[in-house]
């Protein structure tokens, strides 16, 4: 027994005491490892890296037509418009420093691995129609359009825009007991403003949900020149007479065969909220 022992068990008997040697306080936590996103590239050999070809994006605000405009173009022989798939919201991950360090030695950052797996998803859709290309109208997608475009650079887009102040009216009405008016209106100008941003950074066709509803067969006719196929009168009769078509979430497509249904008159200047006005200029609407 050391001499400092023995003198610790003494005041430990006579002053019920005990020395202890202080010890260094614990280091924090280690900071997990903080690493930059991933470079967003387009595909380092497009012939080998993707499988789709001239995919097609519908860019367009919530409640704008392309339910509509989605059914009609799915009953074209050559293009396959499934519901909304969201597949940039599928990400990839490395569940150790060896995978990440594996996939790098092959030349794959996070953001390429993203790709070829969106790429896939969708191509299995496509291949599983039997069509020739694809179509994805996801309104949500204008919010990633620089991705979109980075990932497939042959993608060709289609803009279709409404009145603003429809979108919001039917944006609220859609579902009333979520949100006000006027914070519907707020929500769907975040759609309109990144429509208008892609707009202005992408080459695409620009079509009009009021054009579509008035004159289907001329709207139709200019996207699939845009898209260079023939037209068809199938796109007319896109749909099955009483049926609903059921798909992801609370919404529901009514699809009536061979009937496009007239849109809502256009509001009064004088309706229109103050917040949507400057995009009702930028669009043409007043």
């Known amino acids: 027994m050391t001499w400092q022992r023995k003198v610790n068990q003494a005041l430990g008997r006579l002053a019920g005491v005990r020395l202890e040697r202080v010890r260094p306080a614990p280091s924090p936590p280690a900071e997990p490892e903080q690493r930059e996103r991933p470079e967003i590239r387009p595909p380092a050999d497009p012939g080998l890296d993707r499988l789709l070809i001239a995919p097609v994006f519908v860019l367009s605000p919530v409640r704008s037509g392309s339910t509509l405009l989605r059914a009609m173009l799915d009953a074209h022989p050559l293009l396959h418009a499934p519901h909304e798939l969201h597949v940039r919201r599928l990400t990839v991950g490395f569940g150790t420093p060896l995978a990440r360090n594996a996939m790098e030695a092959l030349g794959h950052n996070q953001a390429d691995l993203e790709h070829l797996l969106w790429d896939r998803v969708l191509h299995r859709e496509l291949v599983r129609s039997g069509k020739q290309y694809i179509v994805d109208k996801t309104p949500a ?32 009405e859609a579902s009333p007991g979520r949100r006000s008016r006027e914070e519907a209106a707020a929500d769907a100008l975040r759609y309109m403003k990144a429509v208008e941003r892609a707009r202005k950074a992408l080459p695409g066709l620009t079509v009009r949900y009021e054009r579509l509803t008035a004159d289907p067969e001329g709207v139709t006719r200019a996207v699939c020149e845009f898209l260079g196929v023939p037209w068809t009168r199938k796109m007319l009769d896109y749909g099955t007479p009483g049926v609903v078509r059921k798909g992801l979430g609370d919404w529901q497509d009514k699809i009536r065969s061979g009937a496009v249904q007239p849109g809502r008159d256009l509001p009064d200047p004088g309706e229109i909220p103050e917040s949507l006005r400057p995009m009702c200029e930028t669009w043409g609407y007043l």
Do not use: E, G, K, M
Not at 148 to 163: K, S, Y
């Open 141 to 172: 997608n204008a919010f990633a359009y620089r991705r979109i475009a980075t990932c497939w650079p042959d993608a060709r887009f289609v803009f279709l825009l409404r009145h603003p102040a429809s979108i919001a009216a039917s944006w609220y």
